[in-house]
């Protein structure tokens, strides 16, 4: 018998995203808890394409509760070659960029899944503010089987 170590397995990504129907508003449902988001309360992301050769991002949070004072950031997200536009670099400070792999999308774009390709970041996002059960239990049986460490995963509060 031979025991796979799953958190070792090469990271893979969806094969292809339209960014269009990506584009818009993204609630996230559970993470990785983060440095950069810590007492972030109904977490958000919103995706707009530009006329350049990048995707405006933008994500909003409340402080330290759900009617706590908001927080906002504005990066770039740019598209890696030949990935089908699912290997994204986000920049929200010059020169960093973090690579941002879409690793799961539901066929009607409803949901969404990002990491990193060491596994270390985690997001789970939804187009509405609450996901039902039954998905997300699936998808964390898929990131289970990802390698992904589920004990880590932190329910994001949305209202």
Not at 37 to 61: F, I, M, P, W
């Amino acid at each position: 018998m031979t025991i796979t170590d799953t958190r070792s397995q090469v990271l893979q990504t969806v094969p292809n995203v339209d960014l269009k129907k990506y584009s818009g508003k993204w609630f996230e449902i559970a993470s990785y808890p983060q440095r950069f988001q810590k007492g972030c309360h109904c977490t958000t992301a919103e995706y707009t394409l530009s006329n350049k050769d990048y995707v405006v991002v933008e994500n909003r949070c409340n402080k330290d509760s759900v009617t706590g004072k908001q927080a906002y950031i504005k990066g770039k997200a740019f598209v890696e070659k030949n990935s089908g536009n699912a290997k994204l670099k986000v920049q929200f400070f010059w020169p960093f960029k973090a690579k941002y792999w879409i690793i799961d999308l539901a066929d009607d774009y409803s949901y969404a899944v990002v990491s990193h390709p060491n596994k270390k970041y985690l997001w789970i996002l939804s187009r509405t503010p609450k996901m039902n059960d039954a998905l997300y239990n699936e998808i964390l049986s898929r990131l289970k089987a990802k390698g992904f460490d589920l004990s880590k995963l932190q329910v994001t509060v949305q209202i």
